[in-house]
């Protein structure tokens, strides 16, 4: 109920599926490292790092730390922090907005689920209202690449809500087309979209992570267990030969490239 889908489409429901709700995740993870006996260095900007092969040294704005190994997962900082390997990561940017729902069918407490429609140009996603006031709507495909992920423009253009309301009026017409707030955020591509999670190819005592492509947070604990075992034993048991730093998807030519023009109706 609530969603209207192309006579073309198929439908696929996983009753067991969820959200993942940002902002607690990321505290629950921080307060159990604390308890684990981590320090957390926030406001701390690195301005550059260096390794022999045993130690490794982390200089920042304030401090300089020194340890036998090091993990790297900088996000949208990733080429700058992994400069020497000329990894192919692009970032865009990503417009996200809420919409006024006045419907109850897309509240969470009536069940409704996230939601991904797929579309031979484009892709969008959304999750139920949690403030039965508003849904969470936006735009997997596509994005603006930006030089500097400092400088990201986060205000609210007519471009970023075009296709998005389109998408709205198509398939969730209970779903008004005013913005009611918006925020911006950030994909690091890979071509092929897949992680790259490997070990330097230089420094053995360095782990790297990079390029998301827009859907790694909720695989934020099996990537952290497959960072540990890098840095502590030098390999890990998990299925992680597929996003090695050398595959050779990685320097092919992006299935769908961030910033390519897409046709102004995809829906």
């Not at 591509?189 to 005592?205: A, G, K, L, Y």
């Amino acid at each position: 109920p609530g969603f209207v889908f192309p006579d073309d489409h198929d439908v696929v429901l996983e009753p067991g599926a969820g959200t993942l709700l940002v902002d607690d995740c990321v505290r629950a993870n921080l307060d159990l490292a604390v308890k684990l006996g981590a320090t957390i260095r926030g406001g701390e900007p690195v301005l550059d790092w260096s390794s022999n092969g045993t130690r490794v040294q982390i200089r920042t704005a304030t401090s300089t730390y020194r340890a036998r190994s090091l993990v790297i997962t900088a996000g949208p900082w990733s080429q700058a922090c992994l400069r020497g390997l000329g990894l192919p990561l692009q970032v865009v940017r990503k417009f996200v907005g809420w919409f006024p729902c006045p419907s109850e069918q897309l509240q969470e407490q009536q069940g409704c689920p996230t939601y991904f429609f797929e579309f031979p140009h484009a892709t969008f996603y959304g999750f139920p209202s949690f403030d039965n006031k508003t849904v969470k709507v936006a735009e997997h495909s596509g994005g603006e690449v930006v030089a500097d992920p400092l400088t990201v423009d986060r205000d609210c253009h007519p471009r970023d809500l075009d296709r998005l309301q389109g998408f709205l009026r198509s398939h969730l017409p209970s779903v008004q087309t005013e913005v009611a707030r918006h925020s911006v955020c950030l994909y690091t591509m890979t071509p092929d979209q897949h992680f790259v999670i490997d070990r330097h190819p230089e420094w053995s005592n360095v782990a790297i992570a990079a390029g998301f492509s827009g859907h790694g947070f909720k695989f934020c604990p099996v990537v952290g267990e497959a960072l540990a075992d890098l840095v502590q034993t030098g390999s890990t048991s998990l299925p992680i030969q597929f996003l090695a730093i050398n595959r050779p998807s990685l320097n092919q030519p992006s299935v769908n490239p961030p910033g390519t023009d897409l046709d102004e109706n995809p829906l």
